[in-house]
């Protein structure tokens, strides 16, 4: 992008249609659309002490400050390997670590309430809300906050058909700008104004976190359009993204006070969103203050590369297979994953598992104490199913044999 439309030279760099030549791209430049590189300067002297035995557990730290001395403690004691789980396994939940106390939870979609479109535990008889552009066509923020409160009563509830335990976990509310009245997402996000945007987004963000619920705002950020969304490389100058773009988030993020944020498909520039460390270390954490755990958009692409991310400061995979997750070994992609011995890697994942459990400590998750887990009753019927169909295989198969071993052999007759 090498021109901006300017008032100074309004003719020459009014915007015209691209032309064949201009669609074309250079080798170099599709170095740059693939480099799974980071700007994350960040040095560590040493590894991080890892599976000691402090005796504190998750419960431990409920109502403690993020910079609280007993965090460290308590991640003094979590692995290299429960950390990645921690990371890794963020598919509309998060995971368990019983043997901290860490519960598994579950974190609905999406903006229009909490929406069962995956995950398991899937989510019940919630109500599915209007859009999100309606309710800011009211410029009711006292309205927006009664169904805020009504969206926690629900995450309360829970999962009345299954294991009982509430829905601490929200993707929403979503604060993109509505560019164009054809936008595939607009229904998910409140207007074209960032101010509006901004204050509704806010008002909801403290309205359910009264009850306990960490709102992922989403999608950070120039989530612009739906179809061809996955890597499209999106263009913005700083004043333009600070004073429109950017803007919404960070008043949700300011004054709404969230623990959670969702980052975007799309790059930012030739830079995946969820892997730029300036937007998601710097300008969110550094710059406006926001402490909690971002998790990115739905892992289903090449170029959403889990280290990447982990430099970054993302904190949260939301990938449902085993392609693109943050383990040990080798990348499907060909890159490198983490490693036990790194200080850079190690200290990154201490510190994603250090936001994630903030936000998990600070929501409705801890209202229930968790013994234990057992399979949902569907799952025990299923498994007892397919383990008798597999008696009964193996019974008619060794009965066949056995019959045609005893059976006879018919005399030949000259």
């Not at 730290?61 to 396994?89: A, C, P, R, S």
């Not at 598994?104 to 019940?124: E, H, I, L, N, R």
């Not at 109500?127 to 805020?148: D, F, G, H, R």
């Not at 306990?212 to 890597?231: I, M, P, S």
Request: with cysteine.
């Amino acid at each position: 992008m090498t021109e901006s439309l300017s008032r100074t030279d309004w003719e020459e760099t009014f915007p015209h249609p691209t032309t064949t030549e201009e669609r074309l791209i250079t080798s170099d430049i599709q170095t740059k659309l693939r480099s799974k590189e980071t700007t994350n300067n960040e040095t560590f002297d040493a590894v991080p002490t890892m599976g000691a035995d402090k005796g504190v557990k998750f419960r431990d730290l409920v109502g403690k400050e993020y910079d609280d001395q007993l965090w460290n403690d308590f991640l003094d004691q979590m692995t290299f390997q429960e950390m990645i789980d921690l990371f890794n396994k963020g598919c509309y939940s998060t995971t368990d670590i019983e043997r901290l106390g860490i519960p598994k939870t579950t974190s609905a979609d999406g903006p229009t309430g909490f929406v069962a479109f995956q995950g398991d535990p899937a989510v019940y008889g919630c109500v599915y809300y209007q859009s999100e552009c309606l309710l800011s066509q009211t410029y009711n923020l006292e309205l927006a906050t009664k169904q805020a409160h009504a969206l926690g009563e629900e995450s309360l509830v829970g999962n009345e058909k299954g294991d009982g335990l509430s829905y601490p976990g929200w993707y929403a509310p979503g604060v993109n700008l509505h560019r164009s009245p054809f936008s595939g997402r607009n229904t998910e996000y409140y207007a074209e104004d960032p101010l509006l945007t901004g204050k509704f987004a806010a008002t909801v963000i403290k309205g359910v976190q009264e009850k306990g619920v960490y709102a992922n705002v989403k999608h950070f950020a120039l989530n612009d359009q739906e179809t061809h969304r996955g890597g499209i490389a999106t263009w913005c100058d700083e004043q333009a993204m600070r004073e429109l773009y950017f803007k919404a988030f960070e008043i949700a993020v300011k004054e709404g006070k969230s623990h959670g944020l969702m980052t975007s498909f799309n790059r930012i520039g030739y830079e995946w969103a969820g892997g730029s460390y300036r937007l998601v270390t710097t300008i969110l954490r550094k710059e406006w203050g926001f402490v909690g755990s971002v998790i990115c958009d739905y892992k289903s692409w090449a170029f959403m590369d889990s280290k990447q991310m982990l430099y970054a400061g993302g904190d949260l995979s939301l990938v449902a297979g085993e392609d693109g997750m943050l383990q040990s070994g080798k990348n499907p992609y060909g890159t490198p994953y983490v490693t036990e011995t790194d200080p850079k890697d190690t200290n990154m994942l201490r510190r994603t598992a250090h936001n994630n459990c903030y936000a998990l400590v600070n929501s409705n998750a801890m209202k229930a104490n968790i013994l234990g887990y057992k399979p949902a009753l569907w799952r025990v019927g299923l498994t007892a199913g397919t383990v008798s169909l597999a008696v009964l295989d193996a019974g008619w198969g060794a009965a066949v044999i056995f019959l045609a071993l005893r059976k006879k052999p018919t005399p030949v007759v000259e």
